[in-house]
């Protein structure tokens, strides 16, 4: 069984950064297809960043492209998503989500994910 947990989540003022992690275990995480998501109060969970098991293939939200790095260390067992430039709207509880897919290719859509974190809550605010 995978399990993966989340970190990193904190109040921060508009315009700051946060870097947040997604640590995995039960298994290792080179086969596996890992994908950040974002739920703010009242709105459904939406796809903000994904990459493939190879790090190969990345992609981003269109809110979030320019602003946001995901990146991988297999090794650690881990995925990262540095956010940048942050903006209020980005206020949400922060997963992320994973499915086993070695190919080079990464989904930004929730169903595809079969195994969940906790979430972490990032809220910015002044």
């Known amino acids: 069984q995978l399990r993966l947990v989340e970190s990193g989540g904190a109040l921060v003022q508009p315009g700051g950064s946060l870097r947040l992690s997604c640590v995995v275990s039960?298994?290792?995480?080179?086969?596996?297809?890992i994908g950040w998501f974002r739920q703010a109060p009242g709105k459904e969970r939406e796809g903000v960043s994904c990459?493939?098991?190879?790090?190969?293939?990345?992609n981003y939200a269109d809110s979030v492209k320019g602003r946001f790095i995901i990146s991988r260390d297999n090794a650690k067992n881990t995925v990262y998503l540095q956010m940048n430039s942050l903006k209020p709207d980005a206020t949400a509880v922060y997963y992320c989500?994973?499915?086993?897919?070695?190919?080079?290719?990464?989904?930004?859509?929730?169903?595809?994910?079969?195994?969940w974190g906790q979430g972490t809550q990032v809220t910015v605010s002044s």
């Open positions: 990459i493939s098991s190879s790090g190969l293939s990345r």
């Open positions: 989500g994973a499915f086993i897919y070695s190919g080079n290719y990464c989904s930004q859509k929730h169903e595809q994910y079969d195994y």
């Open positions: 039960g298994r290792t995480l080179d086969n596996y297809n």
